[in-house]
């Protein structure tokens, strides 16, 4: 099987239970939210348009646009491969008349809506590590944008990845193992913590962060890299009321590496 076919494969068998996921929206809400509302805090731009490549079911789209609004961005759009995904963030969003959410090919999708080359915030979240052709989902970012135009992308951070590894939490695929390409080191069965039961499973292809940096300023100025890690207080909050992933319970494989090294980093650049 084909590393772009086992990819699609995973993602179908982990369709119902990413959709009715709940521990893995409290880690965006309590660490992934905070930071991206940092990161994207000076991006201003009358009339903005914003692109969510690879937005799942809209929660992180949703969330950016309700900071953007403030910020004189007035379009946004959420595009993701899997249709399930589309439509369960087209029931969420059923209101809204100035978000699209659609599913396709990202070229296919930027013509549709003429977006290339005219887009001033485009984000790849979670996204990367699912690509085994990580460089052409780079490429199609870098051709949404304006000059000068902003992205954001976010990654498992590689070395949490390795933790989970050695401690048996994340496991390799061995068949692709032995046609493995070069643009990944391994791909495996990256954990989803979920309160109460074992997680389930999504795919991921392992690269270094100094293999992201790399391949990305071939295409954009680096402004920012941040490796996310939840604060005392949020720990704190987490171990009264009980939020997973961020204490310790009985199927929360990321704990503790998680309570004290970053598990996810945040890249924010400009296209050159």
Known sequence: ???????????????????????????????????????????YSRNGIFVDLGCGDGTETLFLKSFLEQR??????GFDPNQSFIKKAQETNAQSTNIIFDSGELIE?????????????????????????????????????????????????????????????LSINAELQKSKKNNYEFAGNYPIVESGKSPFFV???????????????????IDGIKGLKPSKQVLGIAEVEKISPFYNE???????KIADFPSSVMIKGIKK
Do not use: C
């Open 203 to 221: 795919p991921y292809f392992h690269r270094e962060l100094s293999d992201y940096i790399k391949l990305l300023e071939k295409y954009f100025y």
């Open 250 to 256: 009985k199927y929360n494989v990321y704990w503790p």
């Open 72 to 77: 004189g961005f007035d379009k946004f759009y």
């Open 109 to 169: 999708l930027a013509d549709k809506y003429e977006l290339q080359g005219h887009t001033d915030l485009a984000t790849s979240l979670f996204v990367l590590q699912d690509e085994p052709e990580y460089e052409e989902l780079i490429k199609v970012m870098h051709s949404y944008l304006r000059k000068d135009g902003f992205f954001l992308a976010l990654t498992v951070h590689p070395q949490f990845s390795e933790w989970l590894l050695e401690k048996g939490a």
């Open 1 to 43: 099987m084909k590393d772009k076919d086992w990819a699609k494969q995973m993602w179908r068998q982990a369709e119902r239970d990413w959709v009715n996921r709940k521990q893995d929206l409290n880690y965006r809400e309590h660490l992934i939210h905070p930071a991206l509302e940092e990161q994207v805090n000076d991006v």
